[in-house]
């Protein structure tokens, strides 16, 4: 059975800094490409963040130079740190596992979700 644990979320100023951490098991973790999403309330879920299995990384414009998206292989695990947040940054993330890459982008594995960590970020 597939698990996808998220953890990290919280409550964050303006200007500081999360890692979220997102836990597998149940499948073999380093031959899996990774992605973070995110969603807002009333908004789509949007990718932020993917990693290839050669640790290739791919970011939304919305983050970049502000997020970092990394893997342990050995540990099973995929992050994200997240400095300089915004407000507009807040949402629920959630980390997918196994998506394929077609036409330069991450597309997700359907059934490898995890339940998600809320971020939120305000004053």
């Known amino acids: 059975q597939v698990q996808l644990v998220e953890s990290g979320g919280g409550l964050v100023q303006p200007g500081g800094s999360l890692r979220l951490s997102c836990a597998s098991s149940?499948?073999?973790?380093?031959?899996?490409?990774m992605g973070w999403y995110r969603q807002a309330p009333g908004k789509q879920r949007e990718l932020v963040a993917d990693i290839t299995t050669g640790g290739s990384t791919n970011y939304a414009d919305s983050v970049k130079g502000r997020f970092t998206i990394s893997r342990d292989n050995a540990k099973n695990t995929v992050y994200l740190q997240m400095n300089s947040l915004k407000p507009e940054d807040t949402a629920v993330y959630y980390c997918?596992?196994?998506?394929?890459?077609?036409?330069?982008?991450?597309?997700?594995?359907?059934?490898?979700w995890g339940q998600g960590t809320q971020v939120t970020v305000s004053s």
């Open positions: 997918n596992a196994g998506g394929v890459y077609s036409r330069g982008s991450y597309w997700p594995r359907s059934d490898y």
């Open positions: 149940g499948i073999i973790f380093s031959i899996k490409a």
